[in-house]
């Protein structure tokens, strides 16, 4: 392995606030060093006039598995320019693949590496499709990847927690069942989508309100979100439960956001793409801004994490766990076509396309109460940036979100653009806030690796792993976020102005938590009665995990189990 | 340790079939000695127990081997005659594509490399559903949904037959469940209604309703009558199922794009309006049972490396996807391209027609069974293994959600076709350095 010198840059680490910016960073066999004045590098790198920061980690990124597959699959014309085929890239290192909204995994990897990030986290993965959904972040170019299991909607869950009552007997059984399908499922963490909802919308339910029982195991979303949230906190898994709330996307669902906090009494946990999660129903159009009532929550409970799940005007494609919601919201579809299905007795998923317009009064509010929730959160180790891509907007908008936030002149200019009743009233306008290059080195790379228990990355300390981006300091954020001069993976350059050198296999990150194996008795039986396949089927072990991801290296992280 | 690491040892082995997209898992193979047939031990299959019986695992008889212009050679000749084949085509065409997931990975650079048009066997057929899922979407379940919850299941065009034998059994019809069960056929193929007659469950009632004109007509009168619509002369029968469609708790409604017509695309639409309308008020979903020998597991593959499914290719222009212009047999009946690579790593009969027929330049992946077929000048034969039988993978079920690990019953003598096209692609480089 090599070493390296970045000589004259300015470094921003906020993990590591007391070193001193100005300094040179040294790296040996993929990991940060200590610089030793006199020592020969093999290569050593002027990075004068530039900003150097951890690779970018998304934590919330639709990039595989199968409702991904099946927006490029219903995108066909996301995959051509009108009536042109879309050119294939004149550098040799890539293969062809193509998209903007619903791109192949190659090109997933090749742009999210152009824009400086080294890993990507897919949030919803189910269970039953796990191997797919590995296989395909295997098939993203050196991006480190891992996904969350989803789980509360499907039947053994809610029937368990029927059978536990209220006072949750069988938490243990519960807790088991959750590690198990965590470990089963190779997975990072634990989502859950629309508690209880995508299961209430297979008995013909069409709303579940987070104290409402669900139609048939009359079990509460309040409930499902309890037992999740406590299983994860006892099994030690870093990530607490991943939270797509109930509600999403419907006016005034600001109270069942709040009532989802509450609901958590006291517990970590990380609400995903909150943007859509915080409406109120003021106003003469029935539809408001809740952005900050939402912060004030957020503000007053430290031990809550967000992401905002921005979105951007232009077409894109919505993909989501939540069928429910995809289902009442597949009016909107446009171009007019959609795809849902209920899944294995354990979720299910609907993608639908859509168009945000800026003079749209109701996309125009949504764009506005995303920067809103971004600006009016006082802690930024609390927020991360995400476009839940590709449900707000694909992730290539990510420096165009950056400088949104970073330049209120170009926020104002922007926001003068859109529906005129947003652009005259909403409180975006008032919001003088811009936020520090420190501020968006946490919320694209320290706090997502500190929520996601990655210690050595997302941080630039001795011993770090060495995935860098260094940025050409820029007056327009926009076109610094866009292009890195160099981008790192595991002190590797893959990346050089813009263009891919190098494609290595990214890695895989999961845990492992412990658990009494007693309750494969219980899901044995339960896959005899109700599964498609035999329960020793169901599993993905280690070596076929290496398989699945094109032989990246597996990277368990480990859990710290609190006492019940 | 995992299925997919582990070779089952001689005896009976717990298997996971390959053979057709329902991927079972719970039959079991008879492994003896390798002059002796492979056969089912427990569970009955006819499509599984044919696929096997063709599987031959001793070395020496007649058409073993590689071959290349009609005359046997290693491995490595071969790899490298198909390379030169392959390099020599201003326009391959990559068909067939009966491979497993590391298959199609590793033959889709081999694609980019040579602006290869790639389609599956039975393309016309498996186009149908993509096409359907373009232009309208789609609202569908899975095997594990449909096994527990469905009350209402209707076979459209009758039952998948020999595309999926097992599909009766694997929706739960065969079991006594709690909840009620009504099984209708829409137009059942002969034989259909004894069949299923004979396989249910007691507490499941079965009927079968004749078309009203073709079958696009009577699903398009159905759509009418369970949007309300009012509708003059519907028979009966229609109006009766329609009724039952609203009323059912969770209906499913089944079709086999394999077995539907040209134009089948119109009758897949139809059935999603029918779900659509539907799902205003009560459950319903689609089940598709299709895409087997490989053709739905190359489809995922390729649509989530490139964005695109099967009928495309890395072409000058750029990637271009023609649904219709890039079908294999079309381009080979046209003379549209100059070479065919043919991958056929399950089924060596699906490879009959297109190999058989054509002239062209070409190079053939598939099971030893398949050499005799395309022993000629110009050809290349390279043996294979079949994955879940000669070798571990991962195939993708019908219901796309569920992506099937498949073990090796013994250790294979020959390569698999990932590793066919990478040693192509590799020579490929070479000789394009030289």
């Known amino acids: ?564 | 340790m995992t299925p997919t690491a582990s070779v089952a040892a001689a005896g009976t082995s717990p298997w996971i079939c390959p053979f057709c997209p329902l991927a079972c898992d719970d039959l079991e193979v008879q492994v003896g000695a390798p002059d002796l047939a492979l056969a089912l031990n427990r569970g009955s299959c006819p499509r599984a127990s044919e696929s096997l019986s063709r599987i031959s695992r001793a070395p020496g008889f007649v058409n073993d081997g590689a071959h290349n212009d009609g005359l046997r050679c290693d491995i490595a000749t071969a790899i490298a005659a198909a390379t030169r084949v392959l390099a020599a085509s201003r326009q391959p065409l990559f068909a067939g594509l009966g491979t497993d997931v590391a298959g199609a990975r590793a033959l889709y650079p081999l694609a980019c490399a040579l602006g290869a048009v790639c389609d599956c066997a039975g393309g016309d057929a498996f186009m149908q559903g993509v096409r359907a899922l373009q232009d309208r979407g789609q609202f569908t379940t899975t095997l594990a949904e449909v096994r527990t919850r469905a009350d209402l299941i209707v076979f459209i065009g009758g039952l998948p037959g020999s595309v999926a034998p097992l599909t009766p059994q694997r929706c739960g019809i065969t079991e006594s469940r709690a909840a009620q069960r009504h099984v209708v056929l829409l137009g059942p193929n002969p034989g259909d209604a004894v069949q299923l007659s004979e396989c249910a469950a007691p507490g499941v009632s079965c009927e079968s309703i004749a078309l009203c004109g073709d079958l696009f007509d009577s699903v398009a009168l159905l759509a009418a009558l369970v949007a309300q619509q009012s509708v003059r002369d519907a028979p009966e029968t229609l109006r009766t199922l329609a009724a039952r469609l609203r009323a059912a708790r969770y209906a499913v409604l089944i079709g086999t794009p394999p077995s539907l017509p040209p134009q089948g695309s119109l009758i897949i639409e139809t059935v999603h309006a029918i779900v659509n309308q539907l799902n205003r008020d009560t459950r319903a979903a689609a089940l598709w049972v299709g895409g087997g020998n490989g053709a739905a597991t190359a489809n995922q593959v390729f649509t989530w490396l490139s964005g695109l499914p099967l009928r495309s290719r890395a072409g000058p222009r750029g990637l271009e996807h023609e649904p219709l212009v890039y079908g294999a047999q079309s381009l080979l009946d046209d003379n549209a391209v100059d070479a065919l690579l043919w991958v056929s790593s399950f089924d060596a009969g699906a490879a009959s027609s297109a190999v058989a027929k054509t002239e062209l330049p070409m190079v053939v992946l598939g099971p030893p069974a398949l050499g005799a077929a395309c022993r000629r000048p110009g050809a290349v034969f390279i043996p294979v293994a079949t994955p879940g039988v000669g070798s571990a993978g991962h195939v993708f079920r019908t219901d796309g959600t569920v992506l099937m690990p498949l073990r090796a019953l013994y250790e294979d003598r020959w390569p698999t076709v990932a590793s066919v096209a990478q040693r192509i692609l590799k020579a490929l480089g070479a000789e394009r350095r030289l």
């Open chain 1, 1 to 564: 392995m090599s070493s390296m010198l970045l000589r004259g840059g300015r470094i921003v680490d906020p993990a590591n606030p007391a070193a001193p910016q100005l300094r040179d960073l040294a790296l040996h066999d993929g990991r940060v060093v200590e610089p030793i004045v006199g020592q020969r590098y093999d290569e050593e790198i002027d990075a004068s006039g530039c900003v150097i920061l951890a690779g970018g980690i998304d934590l919330h990124t639709h990039i595989g598995g199968g409702k991904v597959n099946l927006a490029r699959m219903l995108m066909v014309e996301d995959h051509r320019s009108g009536a042109d085929p879309i050119p294939l890239s004149v550098n040799p290192i890539e293969l062809a693949s193509c998209g903007s909204c619903a791109p192949g995994t190659l090109a997933t990897g090749y742009r999210y590496v152009e824009m400086g990030y080294t890993a990507a986290f897919e949030p919803a993965m189910l269970s039953s499709n796990a191997r797919h959904a590995h296989m395909e972040m295997g098939d993203v170019p050196v991006l480190d990847h891992g996904a969350y299991v989803m789980l509360g909607n499907d039947e053994l869950f809610l029937q368990l927690l029927s059978e536990g009552g209220r006072l949750g007997r069988n938490f243990a059984q519960l807790r088991d069942y959750t590690a198990w399908t965590i470990a089963s499922s190779k997975a990072m963490g634990v989502k859950v989508v629309n508690p209880g909802g995508i299961s209430a919308f297979k008995f013909n339910q069409r709303k579940l309100d987070v104290d409402e029982p669900h139609v048939h195991w009359q079990v509460t979303p309040r409930q499902v979100l309890q037992t999740l949230a406590c299983a994860l906190h006892e099994l030690g898994v870093a990530h607490p439960l991943h939270i797509h709330g109930s509600n999403l996307g419907v006016a005034g669902n600001i109270a069942s956001t709040l009532d989802t906090i509450d609901a958590l009494e006291g517990l970590s946990a990380h609400l995903t793409h909150v943007q859509f999660h915080a409406y109120g129903a003021e106003g003469p159009n029935k539809f408001s801004s809740a952005a900050l009532q939402l912060a004030e929550a957020v503000n007053a409970n430290p031990q809550i994490s967000i992401d905002v799940g921005q979105i951007m005007f232009g077409q894109t494609v919505t993909a989501s766990g939540d069928t429910m919601r995809q289902h009442a919201n597949s009016g909107l579809a446009n171009p007019r076509k959609w795809v849902g299905a209920d899944i294995e007795g354990i979720a299910g998923c609907g993608v639908v396309p859509f168009r945000y317009r800026e003079q749209s009064y109701v996309n125009a509010l949504q764009w506005a109460i995303g920067l809103e929730i971004f600006l009016l959160v006082r802690n930024p180790w609390q927020v991360v940036l995400t476009t839940d891509h590709p449900n707000g907007a694909p992730f290539t908008s990510y420096p165009h979100l950056i400088r949104l936030l970073m330049d209120r002149s170009f926020r104002n200019e922007q926001l003068a653009r859109l529906h005129p009743e947003v652009a005259a009233n909403c409180a975006l306008r008032s919001i003088t806030r811009e936020l520090t290059l420190e501020e968006i080195a946490v919320m694209t790379r320290a706090a997502p690796a500190r929520l996601l228990g990655l210690r050595d990355r997302g941080q630039l300390g001795v011993g770090a792993a060495a995935d860098i981006a260094v940025y050409r300091e820029a007056s327009d954020r926009e076109a610094m976020f866009a292009t890195p001069e160099y981008v790192f993976k595991d002190g590797r350059l893959v990346a050089r102005a813009g263009k891919m050198v190098a494609v290595p296999v990214g890695g895989t990150h999961f845990v492992e938590p412990d658990f009494d194996r007693g309750i494969e008795k219980l899901l044995r039986r339960h896959w005899q009665a109700h599964g498609s396949i035999h329960f020793d089927h169901v599993a993905i072990g280690k070596d076929e995990l290496c398989s699945c991801c094109n032989g990246g290296r597996l990277l368990p992280a480990a859990c710290f189990p609190h006492a019940a």
